[in-house]
């Protein structure tokens, strides 16, 4: 039998009832009773954030470290158009969120907080899901949870604040979806695939973020042609250990690695989306025979034509592939023959230091600082000029502890990212790396919260006193590079005045306290590396 209570009881209820036991959120007039509601009276997580684009982002952390959809709560007006470049870079990686935004009363159309909210929504690239009645807060709610599992991308559910004290008859309704994974059949695209699979003489398995689900069924694959194995950036790790595993197919490729791929004539990419960081704008692909293989049609062929598509869930398409090359006979490549399992696991060599006086080399500070951290950390990366040398020398045990945040090319958004994942993994530490300009403009507020939920993080600041890609390119015109360039206060001091533990990275030094520091603490630290503008490395994009 239905139970009546007040709609912004039944929301409270309605999230619970979705599986949402942690909300992230800024509240306002049009959520605070939910808020209240969801905590007092259901023991819900409630994690508030300093912006609303914070809170936005630190579900979708969560969402991508928990493999669950996100949930994060805002007022109206403003508050939306806060949380616009969160939502798109949700909307861009793809991520399952809900955020559960208020409205005001069409009939006070004077309000000062009113906009075209459905209109923002929709140019963010985010679904947007109405709040119909105070009958249908349930359904409502389920939708917004069924769709954005579906439809891989956070969806706004709007809820018109003058319904918050209205009486609703609340009964659950479920958004469970059923895991169908799609099972290619024998037909043309698979027939075509495997020619190519037979024909090949180097071939060179790929693996993306796609692919994590399958990796056994991939690497088993790999093992029966005889290829090596890759990953995309964002699939960092999946194959750690296997015998012939290149690391990273891309940007941050090691030279064996990059030799390796300039060889191969036939690239079976699973689960891979291929962008133009992992082909190296196209170069790692020309020339070559291309197989794509993903469970999600838009993918495929949508940034590069393949010889061959499969539509299927990449672990069912490869065992699909060694089935019928067994039931044809077909040999291995034996690609791998000619490969030195050694020569792959050659450290990186590490740049000759040419900092100046009173700063650290970034290089250096990042294999110190990877070497104090647990093997079983968390990696979260923010966008910047310091990127190449964290990707590289920052090592994870797989993928899924690794958060890239950069799906919108912007700085300034993997603090809030970094304290979602903080929050879904408290036994792990996470480590974020970030800029000086990210932190300033997205990581410094947002560092009182992660002091205030008292989160097992370490954040490294890499402070080198300037907006890096605008630096390189004033240098590689000759120009002064002094407008690009910042007097920033101590990212340290201001961490310590937050309540967090803190130090101040110049000389090997201090960066030996820093590891010290890191491997006996438990809440907030942040490393403030303080870097020469002229020695950071390129990362050549």
């Not at 609340?170 to 099972?183: G, K, N, V, W």
Request: glycine residues 10%; charged residues 20%.
């Amino acid at each position: 039998m239905p139970e009546q209570v007040t709609v912004h009881a039944a929301l409270a209820r309605a999230l619970k009832d979705q599986g949402a036991d942690t909300l992230f959120g800024l509240m306002g007039d049009s959520n605070l009773f939910m808020v209240d509601h969801y905590v007092r009276q259901l023991g819900g997580r409630y994690v508030p954030a300093v912006h609303e684009g914070g809170a936005v982002l630190m579900a979708l952390g969560h969402a991508a470290m928990t493999g669950r959809v996100g949930a994060a709560t805002i007022t109206q007006g403003p508050a939306l158009s806060n949380a616009l470049t969160a939502l798109i870079d949700g909307a861009k990686g793809m991520i399952p969120m809900v955020l559960l935004c208020g409205d005001t009363s069409p009939a006070d159309p004077d309000h000062p907080q009113t906009v075209a909210q459905r209109a923002l929504v929709d140019a963010s690239g985010a679904g947007f899901e109405m709040l119909k009645s105070p009958a249908s807060v349930a359904q409502d709610v389920a939708a917004a949870f069924r769709r954005a599992w579906l439809e891989r991308r956070p969806i706004v559910l709007n809820m018109p604040t003058a319904f918050m004290w209205e009486p609703a008859d609340y009964l659950p309704a479920p958004a469970a979806i059923a895991d169908l994974p799609t099972s290619p059949g024998m037909g043309e695209a698979l027939e075509n695939a495997i020619g190519l699979i037979a024909a090949a003489r180097r071939p060179l398995v790929l693996a993306g973020r796609g692919a994590v689900r399958g990796c056994d069924a991939v690497l088993e694959f790999a093992n029966r042609i005889g290829a090596p194995v890759a990953t995309t950036l964002k699939a960092k790790g999946l194959f750690a250990g296997a015998p012939f595993d290149l690391g990273v197919f891309g940007t941050v490729s090691t030279p064996a690695a990059g030799d390796i791929i300039a060889s191969a004539d036939c690239i079976i990419a699973f689960g891979a989306g291929l962008n133009r960081f992992t082909t190296v704008h196209g170069g790692y692909l020309d020339g070559k025979r291309l197989i794509q293989i993903d469970d999600d049609r838009t993918q495929l062929g949508r940034r590069r034509q393949p010889d061959a598509a499969v539509h299927g869930a990449p672990g069912l398409v490869a065992e699909s592939f060694v089935h019928w090359l067994d039931e044809a006979d077909i040999p291995s490549s034996q690609a791998t023959d000619t490969i030195e399992p050694a020569t792959l696991r050659a450290a990186l060599p590490m740049p000759k230091p040419t900092s100046k006086p009173g700063t650290i080399d970034l290089s250096l500070a990042m294999v110190r600082l990877d070497g104090a951290l647990p093997a079983d950390r968390v990696f979260v990366s923010d966008g910047g000029r310091f990127m190449g040398e964290a990707w590289e020398r920052i090592g994870v045990s797989g993928p899924e502890n690794m958060l890239l945040t950069i799906n919108v090319g912007a700085i300034g958004m993997g603090m809030g990212y970094a304290i979602g994942a903080a929050v879904a993994r408290p036994e792990q530490k996470t480590l974020f790396v970030c800029g000086d300009g990210g932190f300033m403009m997205g990581g410094l507020a947002e560092y009182s919260s992660a002091v205030r939920e008292n989160l097992n993080m370490v954040i490294v600041v890499c402070n080198d006193s300037a907006y890096g890609a605008e630096y390189i390119q004033f240098e590689d015109r000759q120009m002064d590079p002094g407008m690009s360039m910042f007097d920033w206060p101590s990212m340290a001091a201001m961490a310590e005045a937050m309540g967090g533990q803190a130090v101040r990275v110049a000389s090997e030094a201090e960066l030996e306290q820093a590891a010290d520091l890191i491997a006996g603490s438990r809440g907030p630290v942040l490393i403030e590396l303080v870097l020469d503008p002229a020695a950071v490395p390129r990362l050549q994009l």
